[in-house]
């Protein structure tokens, strides 16, 4: 099982990223799927999730500004990510998850400058 993450970069406030999490050797279809984060002396927190059935779930700082997408077609799960706030940087983490299995992407790192 692999899990590609990408899009991380340097935006100032108000910019916008996309993050995208390529997955391979799984049945993408069946996982719950989520993204996540972890700020410097933070520890890891959700962002957004999205369950196999199509529920959505958002931390309430990200509520109206990020958006979970995911592309069966592409085994791929994006993070459309608008108005940045300097508080979003950090390390953002995808993740799939099925019963007891739980995957992990290797992080991608989004700075939000002021």
């Known amino acids: 099982v692999q899990l590609q993450a990408s899009g991380g970069g340097l935006v100032q406030a108000g910019g916008s990223l996309r993050l995208s999490c390529a997955a391979s050797?799984?049945?993408?279809?069946?996982?719950?799927l989520g993204w996540f984060r972890q700020a410097p002396g933070k520890q890891r927190e959700l962002v957004a999730t999205r369950t196999r059935g199509g529920n959505t779930n958002y931390a309430d700082s990200v509520k109206g500004r990020f958006t979970i997408v995911r592309d069966i077609a592409k085994s791929t799960v994006d993070l459309q990510m608008n108005s940045l706030k300097p508080e979003d940087t950090a390390v953002y983490y995808c993740n799939v998850h099925l019963g007891s299995q739980d995957y992990w992407g290797q992080g991608t790192e989004v700075t939000v400058s002021s």
């Open positions: 050797g799984i049945p993408f279809a069946w996982y719950d």
